[in-house]
C-alpha cells in the first residue's frame, strides 16, 4: 500500500486483499488499500472496473469471498449493512435515491435519524429525551441545509427539484448522519460547472469537519484536484495507487484510463 499522504492520521479505514465474485467473473481481485482520517482518497477507473462493487462491499451489500475489510480496526463483514451508519460510514449513490413525497427538510432529518438512540417505546411515548433528540435533529439538519445553500427548498418536496438540488440534499442526507466516512459514488454526474464548483467546496469544507471521503467519480480533473491520494482500477485490480501527480504521470494508468492528452 502507498503511505497516505495525511501520515501522521489514524488508520479509519483498511481494505485487505478482498476479492468479490459473481458466478465465474471476478470483480474485485486481492483489492487493498487504506482510508485515513481526514483524508481524501478518490478511486477511478474505467466502467466495470469494480468502483461501484467496492462501495457496495464497504456498505455491507456485497460479502467479499475472501479479505478483510476493517473501520477503525474493527472487522465490517460480521455486521449487518443497517450497523453501517453506527460504524461511521454514509453514503451518497451514483442514481439519487430520496424520499420524492417528503420535503428537504424532512430528508435530511431522515439522515439524522439514523444515529439517534430513541428506541420504538420512547418515540411511542413522545417522553422529554425523545423530544430534545427531535429537536436536536432539526437543528443539525438546518445546519446543513444551510451549509449546502438548500434553504430555499428547504419546504418544497424532493421530488420537484431539478436533479442538482436533489444531489445537493442527498449529500446533506448522508452527511446528517455523521459520518467518519463518506463513500460518494459519481457525486458530479450530471451537474453543471457551477454545481460542480459547489461540489468541491463542500467536499473540502467536510474534510475540514473532520471527515474522511471516498470518492468514486469519472471526472477526473476533479479526482485530481481534491484527492490526497488516487487509487486506479482495472478490471477488479489496482493498477496503482499514489498522489494525484504519481497517477497522472503513471504509464500504465495513462496506457489503461487516462490517455496521452492526460
Given at each position: 500500500m502507498a503511505d497516505s499522504e495525511c501520515p501522521d492520521a489514524a488508520?479509519?479505514?483498511?481494505?485487505?486483499d478482498i476479492t468479490v465474485r459473481f458466478g465465474g467473473i471476478t470483480a474485485l481481485a486481492g483489492l487493498s488499500f487504506s482510508v485515513?482520517?481526514?483524508?481524501?482518497?478518490?478511486?477511478i477507473g474505467p466502467n466495470g472496473a469494480g468502483k461501484t462493487t467496492l462501495f457496495n462491499c464497504l456498505s455491507r451489500l456485497y460479502a467479499p469471498a475472501e479479505g478483510d475489510i476493517r473501520m477503525s480496526g474493527r472487522s465490517l463483514l460480521a455486521l449487518p449493512s443497517h450497523d453501517m451508519v453506527?460504524?461511521?460510514?454514509?453514503?451518497?449513490?451514483?442514481?439519487?435515491a430520496l424520499f420524492n413525497t417528503m420535503t428537504v427538510r424532512e430528508n435530511v432529518m431522515a439522515g439524522a435519524y439514523g444515529i439517534t438512540k430513541a428506541g420504538f417505546l420512547r418515540n411511542l411515548?413522545?417522553?422529554?429525551?425523545?423530544?430534545?433528540?427531535e429537536h436536536d435533529t432539526g437543528e443539525r439538519a438546518d445546519a446543513l441545509?444551510?451549509?449546502?445553500?438548500l434553504q430555499a427548498h428547504a419546504g418544497r418536496a424532493a421530488g420537484e427539484l431539478p436533479f442538482g438540488v436533489r444531489k445537493r440534499v442527498e449529500l446533506a442526507r448522508a452527511v446528517a448522519t455523521n459520518p467518519k466516512l463518506l463513500l460518494l459514488d459519481e457525486p458530479a454526474a450530471g451537474l453543471n460547472h457551477d454545481e460542480l464548483e459547489a461540489l468541491k467546496r463542500n467536499i473540502l469544507a467536510l474534510r475540514d469537519m473532520d471527515t474522511a471521503v471516498l470518492l468514486v467519480e469519472h471526472h477526473v480533473g476533479m479526482v485530481m484536484t481534491l484527492s490526497d491520494r488516487v487509487v486506479v482500477l482495472n478490471f477488479g485490480r489496482k493498477?496503482?495507487?499514489g498522489t494525484p501527480q504519481e497517477i497522472q504521470a503513471h504509464p500504465e494508468v495513462i496506457d489503461a484510463y487516462l490517455g496521452a492528452s492526460h
Open positions: 488508520l479509519l479505514l483498511e481494505v485487505d485515513r482520517e481526514r483524508e481524501i482518497c478518490g478511486v453506527g460504524m461511521g460510514i454514509g453514503r451518497t449513490f451514483q442514481n439519487v411515548l413522545r417522553t422529554p429525551a425523545t423530544r430534545r433528540e441545509i444551510e451549509m449546502l445553500g493498477l496503482a495507487e
